[in-house]
């Protein structure tokens, strides 16, 4: 009777090797990004100008860890028809199409009947998929949530499972994948490691995972910003806009992040928070400059979100600036006329 056994090596055995970046600090060769956001942010979007950009070669942020393309890309997406949404809109961003690949589902041999794809029964029929290509780098899944099969999503030990298995697949077949998911309702004490909607597996198993989210100073704006990331460094938070049905990247610094995003859409509950927050703060700083730390810590007290102050602060054209003395901080004072 043939026995199950552990699989085990020693580490001097095991070859070391840098990671390989298909999109540096956001997507990896061999590893599950998660891009988390609610609908109708443009998540599609992002994948879809990264798809397109795999298949010409002209990757983002390329550099010497990269993997020089172009290569060909596998897509599931169970939301956007392929002939009036998804091909329309690669077209628009440059992609090379005979490198974009979608699954429509699965079948048994020429039966009419086509079934959805699902992870976990189905990865033997997507390698096949894959084996065909010239070049596979690339697997996107939107969102995860309609291929998961039988598996409970809100099941921590099922979902873990399953992402291990699609980790596996990635790393055999030297892909990276980027699986879209949304966000369940609750902020969780403004944390945004908790939003992704299923279970806490989800985030926990994926690599590297980002949000998509509003601007809060621009709501024509999108941001795609960490929020975790087990392989390096967070990558900067990027932003971009939806004109014209097309994704175009804006070349501005935002330094929000993840928790600052959440702590923001709990702040936007509440009528004119930012007005309300303005007209505090100018009241606040009329006398002259105070120290930032007593500022903040006054707004928090009375209910001002520190983002929200953040904002008001540049609303208002604060001043910021280091404070005299050995081991001060910083103060903040308004900008007076002429100055």
Same mark, same amino acid.
């Given at each position: ?18 990671? %390989? ?6 997507? &990896? @060769?061999?590893? *599950? !990004?998660? #891009? ?5 942010? =443009? $998540? ?123 980790? %596996? ?6 892909? &990276? @994948?980027?699986? *879209? !998911?949304? #966000? ?5 004490? =403004? $944390? ?145 006329? =002429?100055?």
């Amino acid at each position: 009777m043939r026995q199950l056994r552990a699989v085990v090596r020693a580490l001097d055995t095991v070859e070391s090797r840098p990671v %390989r970046w298909l999109w540096p600090r956001r997507a &990896a @060769v061999g590893k *599950v !990004t998660l #891009l988390a956001g609610d609908p109708g942010l =443009g $998540k599609s979007f992002v994948t879809l100008d990264l798809a397109a950009r795999v298949s010409t070669g002209v990757l983002p942020e390329s550099g010497s860890q990269c993997e020089p393309g172009p290569h060909d890309v596998l897509l599931l997406s169970a939301e956007d028809d392929p002939g009036d949404t998804i091909r329309p809109r690669l077209e628009k961003l440059g992609a090379d199409l005979r490198r974009i690949h979608c699954v429509g589902g699965v079948r048994l041999d020429d039966a009419p009947r086509i079934r959805q794809l699902s992870l976990d029964t189905h990865l033997a029929q997507l390698a096949d998929c894959v084996k065909l290509m010239s070049s596979p780098k690339l697997l996107i899944v939107d969102p995860i949530s309609a291929y998961m099969g039988k598996v409970d999503s809100h099941n921590n030990a099922e979902t873990r499972g399953l992402l291990a298995e699609l980790g %596996r697949f990635a790393e055999h077949f030297g892909m &990276a @994948v980027v699986c *879209v !998911t949304h #966000l369940n309702k609750s902020g969780a004490q =403004g $944390k945004a490691v908790y939003r992704a909607m299923g279970s806490l597996a989800f985030t926990a198993a994926a690599r590297i995972v980002l949000l998509v989210s509003k601007h809060p100073d621009d709501q024509a704006k999108r941001l795609v910003v960490p929020v975790k990331n087990n392989l390096t460094r967070d990558a900067e938070s990027l932003v971009y806009r939806i004109e014209d049905d097309c994704l175009s990247w804006v070349d501005e610094a935002c330094a929000y992040t993840a928790d600052d995003l959440e702590a923001s859409a709990d702040a936007g509950d509440k009528p004119d928070a930012l007005g309300e927050a303005v007209e505090w703060l100018g009241d606040a700083l009329k006398d002259g400059p105070r120290g930032a730390r007593e500022v903040l810590s006054e707004a928090k007290g009375v209910g001002i979100a520190e983002i929200t102050l953040k904002r008001a602060k540049r609303t208002l054209g604060v001043i910021a600036r280091p404070s005299e003395g050995v081991g001060s901080a910083w103060t903040w004072s308004l900008r007076r006329s =002429g100055s």
